[in-house]
């Protein structure tokens, strides 16, 4: 008797390269206490290889980020830390972490089918202490359409024409400030909504595409920019708007004033991430017995 079985392609392909740089958010950092903290496996660079195997990508992850990164020290800043780099991460003293990058990527051509850039933060952080901090997010935005830019197309010389170049941006951890409850606090939780929404991921979203890559808008996909009249309540703060709680839900903000995102916040980054590779179908073949 001979008949036709549908089976799995024999033989598994080998894993491909995913390239993760940028800052705390790409080393996973989370905090232990009030003050303190680490980096963790828990941030959205080791949660994809998981996400994008369900897509049919096999991944390895070589994370070159460091803690406390900026658009500028990524450019021009030799060497990472130990201390702030993600576990297992990578980092060369003698170059940039765009270099060092860029050395990697060029020794991987072929091989690498997914990179990832979390940049940015750090470089409009000190706006919140401004007594006007939409200006100074405007300036900042400035160096940082620039820097991006320039990271972005470097990375797609290295890398090739055909691998996944996706900018990633940032929950509106200000949004937290709302639950101080004074004057002062929900009008910067307000004024964050308009740096994002206007100025900061306007930039990354040209930068990024300027060097044929993707844009993933975090912020939008965080619920910051939900109307502040739309509320639920959220313990132990009380009735708060919708987009306030969800960022308190998603990061430490509200419970440490620490800007880095809970597992959970980390794992939707990871996702919009993951989802912007083509959907692989599983190849079959006919066996006869």
């Not at 894993?15 to 940028?22: A, I, W």
């Not at 989370?30 to 660079?45: M, S």
């Not at 308190?248 to 990871?270: K, V």
Request: charged share 20%.
């Amino acid at each position: 008797m001979v008949f036709a079985a549908a089976t799995a392609e024999a033989g598994t392909p080998p894993k491909r390269l995913y390239v993760s740089l940028g800052d705390s958010y790409a080393t996973g950092s989370q905090p232990t206490g009030v003050g303190q903290g680490r980096n963790t496996r828990n941030g959205f660079p080791y949660q994809v290889p998981a996400l994008a195997a369900r897509r049919g990508h096999r991944l390895r992850l070589v994370n070159f980020a460091c803690s406390g990164a900026t658009t500028t020290s990524m450019i021009a800043s030799k060497g990472c830390p130990p201390i702030a780099r993600g576990p297992g991460g990578r980092a060369d003293p003698r170059r940039t972490q765009l270099a060092a990058a860029e050395r990697f990527l060029r020794a991987n051509r072929g091989r690498t089918a997914l990179i990832s850039v979390s940049i940015g933060g750090n470089d409009v952080t000190a706006c919140v202490r401004e007594a006007d901090p939409v200006t100074c997010v405007a300036r900042a935005v400035t160096t940082v359409r620039r820097n991006v830019t320039r990271i972005a197309r470097r990375l797609r010389r290295a890398a090739g024409s055909k691998v996944r170049i996706v900018g990633t941006t940032y929950p509106d951890v200000i949004l937290g400030a709302w639950v101080n409850g004074d004057p002062a606090s929900r009008s910067l939780a307000e004024l964050s909504v308009v740096a994002f929404r206007s100025l900061i991921n306007p930039s990354l979203r040209q930068a990024y595409r300027a060097a044929r890559g993707r844009f993933v808008d975090v912020t939008a996909a965080s619920g910051a920019y939900i109307p502040f009249d739309q509320v639920t309540t959220l313990f132990p703060y009380g009735t708060v708007p919708v987009a306030v709680a969800r960022v308190c839900e998603l990061t430490y903000f509200c419970a440490y004033r620490d800007i880095h995102a809970r597992t959970d916040g980390y794992r939707l980054i990871a996702d919009m991430v993951a989802r912007q590779l083509p959907r692989k179908r599983a190849r079959v073949h006919s066996a006869q017995l």
